[in-house]
């Protein structure tokens, strides 16, 4: 944890917020436009927006002023102060992931040394919010909503911290940073110019994690939390305007900064092959390079959903007691013996 | 050849079945509330405005009743005070998805108490368009059934391909949805230029579009694991509750009025062959359609390369004035039996006309086949029984 340019503390707190204030808005435009709005609408056979600015990039602002130019309903039976407070959680929830997520040797809004455990941690908190939404919204199809994302949890939270043993195990540290140090320094057979990108070793791992967070976004095919044909929108059918503009942000930013995690703990992270790993000049390229390779792992999520229809509940459960945390399990014992082994 | 029914069908069938006594005994020891939940009448699961009013136990369905008549607009009442050329106009809007196959039964109804026939040339261009509208119905469905289940993809395919061929309607008709073509002895014009052989292309793209959707949604595992052994009818049940269509094929009967009750089309003279699938399920449902849609471009493939020359209308006064007597008539639409009870007292107007609407028919089996499914499973059940609203209420 070097100070950044020896800045004082509050000087540098403040300099990382406002990044972080920057960059997650960001990150959730692009995302939703590149992805929600255009790539969606090449796959359909549509256009997508093509109006608001060059090639339609605007389109989210647009929406954005929209949300926030109308009217803020509370449902009369509805418990006001949950009600207001939940989208807040889910939108919180998705902010503190972002908090350790490395981009470059100094790049890092604070460097945990427990920071994939803080990082699963606060992930799940947004399910607490969307309980809060599902129960606050006095609606039948908002509280199915809800009780069905908190019974996902259960299904998906396990085998996701399962997926992220095999590479805690390997890299024998639970800090992003140190993850991706040791893939930098890994090599393979003897061969080290690529480092050891943990997805080789942990390609189990790897596909158990992006199931799970397919899960943990409520994307397709485990939007059963959602499932706008069934419950018109599950948790969130009750908001309108700013607050669900919450929710809507919460869960793009939520699916980027989980590409992000794929990416540091499974694709290299933010290390360019080549490079000594605390050159400075890779507090520049490091983002770019994060940033190149979160966009291919959210490809892959956002495909996944615009292609796969919704599972139900049960055989959710089913495939992840059945199928998802016993190959877990035997990937964790795979691991630890080759660890121990070698 | 259907398939016969798959042993692992039958085999997740009774685990099923198994699991839903399983939770009926454990829902007993763990008394919980009911909850009444209204889904409709407006959901998009309804297409429409029906209302199913299901109680439900945490989320399984204990009892579901389809509630209609959101949507009704009296055209059996408004058909009274409109001459019988006027009629068809109300026809079109009953199932508006394949809305040349509600005028053709009845006019044919029509035809008949008149003792009037439509020359040959009329009846296959009738048989042609009938089945462009079936494919241009069913074609929905094929995608629609993936946005019930949660793909969102396919439907836009559907809307693509489908766009096809209404072009191909609209470019005889005039009307991308609502024709109003058929007339009482025949049709109001000829085909245009051109038409045949374009419409060959488009035949060959719709059965492209069947063998995508086969592969994009029919072939994947999540969809199947939705739809097989979900709402399992068996054919005399089906039978019971007076299904017709497709829905009654999926549950092995093997009935089709185009086969058996030719009331004078073209079909005859054709070479095609009826689908039926032993499993009932809504898996079963939707195979049932896809292979009807191949069959149908099959079938306008071989009209197309047949039609007789010869007028394309039958001598008629002027004025129709329909002689006294009473007449059904029913055809195949795409959605199932659709037939016209038509009475006339010999004046302008038909003194009474009857709708039997297939959906009407078909909705009437939910609460039988609801019982014990789960909240998914409604959506998915209602789905594949594929109803369009303005046919329910007419």
């Known amino acids: 944890m070097t100070g950044l340019l020896g800045l004082a503390y509050w000087a540098e707190t403040a300099i990382k917020l406002g990044v972080a204030l920057v960059v997650i808005p960001t990150a959730a435009l692009m995302l939703g436009y590149l992805f929600l709005l255009k790539m ?65 040797p100094d790049a890092v809004v604070e460097n945990l040394d427990t920071g994939i455990f803080y990082a699963m941690a606060v992930s799940s908190l947004s399910v607490l919010g969307v309980l809060m939404a599902g129960w606050a919204s006095a609606n039948k199809y908002a509280l199915l909503g809800g009780l069905r994302a908190a019974g996902q949890l259960i299904a998906y939270e396990l085998p996701l911290i399962l997926a992220v043993m095999g590479v805690v195990i390997q890299a024998d540290s639970l800090n992003l940073q140190e993850i991706v140090r040791a893939q930098a320094e890994g090599e393979i057979f003897g061969f080290g110019l690529i480092g050891n990108p943990f997805i080789l070793t942990q390609f189990i791992g790897f596909l158990i994690f992006m199931i799970s967070a397919q899960a943990e976004l409520t994307q397709t095919p485990f939007d059963m939390p959602v499932a706008e044909t069934e419950l ?111 | 050849m259907s398939p016969p029914p798959t042993a692992s069908s039958l085999r997740s069938q009774q685990a099923y079945v198994a699991a839903q006594a399983a939770d009926a005994r454990v829902n007993v020891e763990l008394d919980t509330g009911d909850m009444t939940l209204n889904i409709g009448p407006q959901h998009p699961a309804t297409h429409g405005t029906l209302r199913i009013a299901c109680q439900l136990d945490g989320e399984q369905v204990i009892s579901a009743e389809p509630l209609m008549g959101y949507m009704h607009r009296g055209y059996e009442k408004l058909c009274e005070v409109r001459t019988f050329p006027q009629c068809t106009t109300l026809i079109n809007r009953i199932d508006w998805l394949g809305s040349f196959a509600n005028e053709v ?26 089945e462009l509208s079936r494919i241009a119905n069913v074609s929905l469905f094929l995608g629609d059934m993936g946005v019930q289940v949660g793909a969102l993809t396919p439907v836009f395919f559907a809307f693509r391909d489908r766009e096809r061929v209404l072009n191909q309607i609209e470019a005889v008709t005039g009307g991308r949805f609502h024709p109003n073509f058929d007339r009482i002895g025949g049709l109001k014009d000829d085909l245009p230029r051109g038409w045949i052989d374009e419409t060959h292309a488009v035949m060959a793209k719709m059965r492209g579009f069947c063998d995508e959707m086969e592969d994009l949604l029919m072939g994947n595992e999540i969809f199947q694991a939705r739809c097989r052994s979900v709402g399992v009818i068996p054919g005399e049940v089906a039978l019971d509750f ?40 809504s898996f079963a449902r939707y195979w049932v359609r896809l292979q009807e849609t191949r069959e149908a471009t099959k079938i306008v493939d071989q009209l197309l390369d047949g039609i007789p020359a010869g007028p394309i209308m039958a001598k008629v006064p002027r004025i129709i004035k329909v002689p006294a007597g009473e007449a059904y008539v029913s055809t195949e639409n795409p959605l199932g039996e659709m037939g016209y009870y038509v009475v006339s007292k010999g004046g302008l107007e038909p003194f009474r006309v009857k709708i039997r609407t297939p959906s009407f028919s078909n909705i009437s089996v939910v609460p039988w086949v609801m019982r014990g499914t789960y909240v998914p499973d409604i959506i998915t059940i209602l789905g594949s029984l594929y109803f369009i609203l303005g046919d329910i209420d007419r």
Not at chain 1, 80 to 90: E, G, K, L, S
Not at chain 1, 264 to 272: H, P, Q, T
Not at chain 2, 271 to 276: A, E, K, L, N, S
Request: hydrophobic content about 55%.
């Open chain 1, 40 to 104: 969606m609408a090449f796959m359909q056979s549509r256009l997508g927006p093509t109006d608001v600015g060059p090639y339609g990039s605007l389109q989210l602002i647009a929406d954005a002023v929209k949300f926030l130019q109308k009217e803020d309903i509370h449902p009369a039976a509805a418990d006001r102060r949950v009600f207001r407070a939940a989208p807040v959680v889910v939108l919180a929830s998705s902010f503190l992931l972002f908090v350790v997520l490395p981009t470059g």
């Open chain 2, 105 to 130: 039964p009845f006019i044919l109804a029509a035809e008949q108490l008149m003792g009037v026939e439509a020359p040959p040339r009329a009846q296959w261009i009738r048989t042609i368009l009938f």
């Open chain 2, 242 to 281: 007076g299904l017709s269509g497709a829905n009654l094929r999926a549950s092995g009967v093997d009935w089709d009025l185009r086969r058996d009750a030719n009331p004078g089309l073209a079909w005859d003279q054709v070479d095609w062959r009826v689908w039926t699938h032993p499993d009932g399920d």
């Open chain 1, 232 to 342: 018109v929108g599950g948790f969130h059918v009750e908001y309108t305007g700013f607050r669900f503009l919450l929710f809507f942000m919460a869960e793009v930013a939520t699916a980027f900064a989980f590409s992000a995690l794929a990416t540091v703990m499974f694709l290299g992270g933010w290390w360019i092959p080549g490079f000594d790993f605390d050159a400075p000049i890779l507090n520049v390229l490091g983002p770019v390079v994060m940033l190149a390779k979160i966009l291919v792992v959210a490809f892959i999520i956002f495909w996944i959903r615009f292609t796969y229809p919704r599972l139900r509940e049960d055989q959710l459960q089913k495939f992840a007691w059945k199928v998802l945390i016993p190959l877990s399990l035997a990937n964790i014992v795979v691991t630890g013996i080759f660890k121990v082994v070698l």
